[in-house]
């Protein structure tokens, strides 16, 4: 049972007028396959515990969407995910929801995408061996550093702001 979530990414304050509110991307999530699951653990670059769900994240930028959009709307869809599953536990030791990319290590674009947005490269992975023999790099999310992110980011906006707000009434 292959359970789908997709979002869109639209253009958000920060980007020229005419693209707020138009769509820049998508960011979809899947349950990731047994089969590439088995490879990772074997060759040990995951370790998951007893009962955890793994979720694979793919995304495609809109051509000409705006710098930093994606990453943006990667790290809201992926707070959305968390949010959504009742079993994800901030206080937990051992995270029982894994979201992993994969991505060709000469996109750099997406490898930046992902690492703006608190995921960690954990080694290579061939991920389709029946279509291409050559290594994608497994990137897993860190949710503490997706946070870290997010709170940056909003005491960023929030500064931007109070500094409008103190110039407009200068």
């Not at 979002?7 to 960011?27: D, R």
């Not at 793994?54 to 809109?62: D, G, H, I, P």
Request: hydrophobic share 40%; net charge negative; proline share 4%.
């Amino acid at each position: 049972n292959q359970e789908v979530h997709m979002f869109a990414v639209s253009g958000s304050e920060g980007v020229a007028k005419e693209e707020v509110g138009e769509l820049q991307g998508w960011v979809w999530f899947y349950n990731d396959e047994e089969s590439r699951l088995a490879q990772v653990r074997e060759s040990g670059l995951l370790i998951l515990p007893k009962g955890a769900e793994v979720l694979e994240v793919s995304f495609a930028r809109y051509d000409k969407a705006a710098s930093g959009q994606m990453e943006s709307g990667l790290r809201q869809a992926c707070t959305v995910i968390a949010a959504m599953r009742v079993n994800q536990d901030d206080d937990a030791t051992e995270p029982t929801l894994i979201v992993t990319a994969y991505t060709n290590p000469k996109n750099v674009a997406s490898r930046r995408v992902l690492e703006r947005s608190g995921f960690v490269a954990k080694g290579d992975v061939v991920y389709d061996p029946a279509d291409d023999p050559n290594p994608d790099i497994l990137y897993v999310l860190d949710w503490a550093r997706l946070n870290e992110i997010v709170h940056e980011k909003s005491d960023e906006i929030i500064k931007e702001r109070l500094e409008t707000i103190n110039s407009e009434k200068s």
